[in-house]
T-cell receptor, first 111, second 112 residues
Framework: SQQGEEDPQALSIQEGENATMNCSYKTSINNLQWYRQNSGRGLVHLILIRSNEREKHSGRLRVTLDTSKKSSSLLITASRAADTASYFCATETEYGNKLVFGAGTILRVKS | ETGVTQTPRHLVMGMTNKKSLKCEQHLGHNAMYWYKQSAKKPLELMFVYNFKEQTENNSVPSRFSPECPNSSHLFLHLHTLQPEDSALYLC???????????FGSGTRLTVV
């Protein structure tokens, strides 16, 4: 069953602008993760934020987590054309060893 | 390369064929997973293996048969598939709970 749902479904921005993607989920989680996928390829793990964390940074990425609203956001600052890809959030629940993915946001960065 | 290798990269098979997908990792991870990615649908978890033991079968049809002979190898045996089974099949591995997954590049399967 789908746990995370991303918003927007698609986002088109100019190089240098910031990109924000949101994710909502339904059940209690152990952690939430963001992944990136270039067209037709495997997914690449970007960042993991645990349920007791509120914010995390990695390079140009900033992730926030609000467990009271069951939502997360991924911010990519100073975007580049190479950031063009699909971005997925995925949740690991408190029980079990599996990730459930959302439908993803397609990001296009125009140069 | 991510450390998770999937073969073949592309596969075209008829509905009466039998084929197998292979996944291999030498990252020392304890868990391995099969996911299916169809167009315009979220990734669907198919199977989970922890320490070679299957711990999750997400209501997958019996025409998909997984095999995990050891912690480094995972197979997906395919037989009498349907055209709607055409998709990108992704293998992933992880060290444990609370760690990110490492994905392979996937096998693009087309059933004709």
């Amino acid at each position: 069953s789908q746990q995370g749902e991303e918003d927007p479904q698609a986002l088109s921005i100019q190089e240098g602008e910031n990109a924000t993607m949101n994710c909502s989920y339904k059940t209690s989680i152990n952690n939430l993760q963001w992944y990136r996928q270039n067209s037709g390829r495997g997914l690449v793990h970007l960042i993991l934020i645990r349920s007791n964390e509120r914010e995390k940074h990695s390079g140009r990425l900033r992730v926030t987590l609000d467990t009271s609203k069951k939502s997360s956001s991924l911010l990519i600052t100073a975007s580049r054309a190479a950031d063009t890809a699909s971005y997925f959030c995925a949740t690991e629940t408190e029980y079990g060893n599996k990730l459930v993915f959302g439908a993803g946001t397609i990001l296009r960065v125009k140069s | 390369e991510t450390g998770v290798t999937q073969t073949p990269r592309h596969l075209v098979m008829g509905m009466t064929n039998k084929k197998s997908l292979k996944c291999e990792q030498h990252l020392g991870h304890n868990a391995m997973y099969w996911y299916k990615q169809s167009a315009k649908k979220p990734l669907e978890l198919m199977f989970v293996y922890n320490f070679k033991e299957q711990t999750e079968n997400n209501s997958v049809p019996s025409r998909f048969s997984p095999e995990c002979p050891n912690s480094s190898h995972l197979f997906l045996h395919l037989h009498t598939l349907q055209p709607e089974d055409s998709a990108l099949y992704l293998c992933a591995s992880s060290k444990n709970r609370d760690y990110g997954y490492t994905f392979g590049s996937g096998t693009r399967l087309t059933v004709v």
